[in-house]
């Protein structure tokens, strides 16, 4: 709107004619429709609101990033229609204030927002120094999507904590590995000695010992070997596999588990699937760690859906069980590095079967309703695409 047509409409208020009212209304219901359109066509969210903190105007993709229809909202009071903002806080500064947040519903992402105060400057009645006032009438807020920024970032941090992680966990397996073969090496002659010694309930109770010991070290060893395989970034070796084969494999590893636990595994394996150049060891982990999971989520009893299907670029493999799922607030948290809800987790699991996934050139989603159950689906390219062209639904 042109500056200053409001204030010459004002002071002209007095003089105009019933027509030229009529004017004045078409033409400042155009400017507003004009105004909305603008607005409305910008990717931030823009809310407005007055001073007791009620939503006065709010734009079309303020209403999608909270999830809250524009009709209803206005009128309410901001934190009622978005909960868990402190606007009594935010509302309170005089300056100009940016922040960041976290949104959970209707989508995971995070948001970044100024907060301006609207002030109007009044006339006094001149009985003061400067004759001008300023009140405050509300607040802006305005909102900018920094998901994927973010999500960038967040990469960058992870890989690095990766690195340190891996260097560290070669180290320790490192110094681990010697007194291991130093132990190996002392039980072999005291075995020697022992063997050496005439039949007695004593030499029977030392070679038990020895025994004992020797399968202890052995585990240590195979855990020692298992962790470093699990952390090292060896590149994948690329074979053509069946994904049906492998998740079979995986699941008959599980046998005497699924029994254990009293747990029924549903396959639903799609035959036609195209094979798929993969590391076989490192997508059995993959497979494993996924099964895993859902074990210890469900405990004992439940059901593990497994299924596989592809389109025209990828095969999609599906992992949905009936553990109680995971709550908003974790599901956030799961690719952290040693992030874990169970007492012997180690919580490197899922930031493991990430790695590989994303080294295969696919993708990993999450998907949970807490209280339900959890679906973990995995997409892996068979076809090497370069370029993608969007679809009309697509496009933004
Ligand atoms: N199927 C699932 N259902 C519910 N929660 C899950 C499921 N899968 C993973 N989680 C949650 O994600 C967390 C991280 O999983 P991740 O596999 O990375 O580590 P972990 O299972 O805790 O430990 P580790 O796999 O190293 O033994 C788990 O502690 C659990 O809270
Ligand atoms: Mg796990």
Redesign the pocket.
């Known amino acids: 709107m042109k500056s200053g047509f409001l204030e010459k409409l004002i002071e002209r208020l007095g003089r105009i004619g019933p027509e030229e009212v009529q004017n004045y209304l078409l033409r400042l219901a155009q400017e507003k429709g004009f105004l909305e359109t603008i607005f409305n066509s910008i990717q931030e969210g823009i809310i407005v609101t007055d001073a007791k903190g009620r939503i006065t105007y709010l734009n079309d993709a303020a209403c999608e990033i909270f999830g809250i229809d524009g009709e209803k909202a206005v009128g309410r009071p901001l934190d009622e229609r978005v909960r868990g903002l402190d606007w009594k806080a935010l509302s309170q500064s005089e300056s100009v204030l940016s922040r960041d947040m976290e949104i959970f519903y209707p989508a995971n992402r995070f948001i970044n927002f100024y907060v301006v105060p609207l002030m109007i400057e009044r006339k006094t009645d001149g009985s003061q120094p400067n004759d001008h006032v300023a009140e405050r009438v509300g607040h802006a807020m305005i909102l900018r999507d920094i998901t994927e920024s973010r999500r960038s970032a967040e990469q960058t941090i992870e890989s690095e904590r990766f690195s340190a992680l891996t260097l560290l966990a070669a180290g320790v397996a490192h110094e681990i590995g010697n007194p291991l073969n130093s132990l190996h090496i002392h039980l072999q002659l005291m075995e020697r000695k022992v063997r050496k010694l005439s039949a007695t309930e004593e030499k029977r109770e030392l070679q038990e010992s020895i025994d004992i010991a020797r399968a202890e070290i052995n585990r240590l060893d195979s855990i020692v070997t298992q962790f470093l395989r699990a952390i090292r970034p060896s590149k994948p070796q690329l074979q053509p596999e069946d994904v049906n084969k492998l998740l079979e494999e995986t699941i008959r590893f599980f046998q005497a588990e699924i029994k254990d636990r009293d747990i029924v595994v549903e396959t639903e394996l799609r035959e036609d699937l195209p094979p798929l150049q993969l590391d076989r060891d490192q997508m059995k982990q993959v497979f494993y760690?996924?099964i895993?999971?859902?074990f210890?989520?469900?405990k004992r009893r439940g059901i593990l859906r497994i299924r596989s299907d592809r389109d025209d670029t990828h095969v999609k493999i599906s992992?949905t069980?009936t553990?109680?799922?995971?709550s908003a607030e974790?599901?956030s948290?799961?690719?952290e590095p040693y992030?874990?809800?169970?007492r012997?987790?180690?919580?490197?699991?899922?930031?493991?079967?990430r790695r590989i996934v994303r080294e295969h050139g696919g993708e990993i989603a999450?998907e949970?309703t807490e209280g339900k159950?959890?679906t973990?689906t995995i997409r892996l390219p068979f076809l090497d695409e370069r370029v993608r062209m969007l679809t009309e639904g697509e496009r933004m």
Not at 323 to 326: K, Q, T, V, Y
Not at 339 to 342: G, N, R, V
Not at 344 to 353: P, R
């Open positions: 760690n996924a895993k999971n859902s210890e989520a469900m992992f069980d553990g109680g799922g995971i974790n599901l948290r799961i690719y992030f874990t809800t169970k012997g987790g180690s919580g490197l699991g899922l930031l493991i079967v999450i949970s159950g959890l973990l």
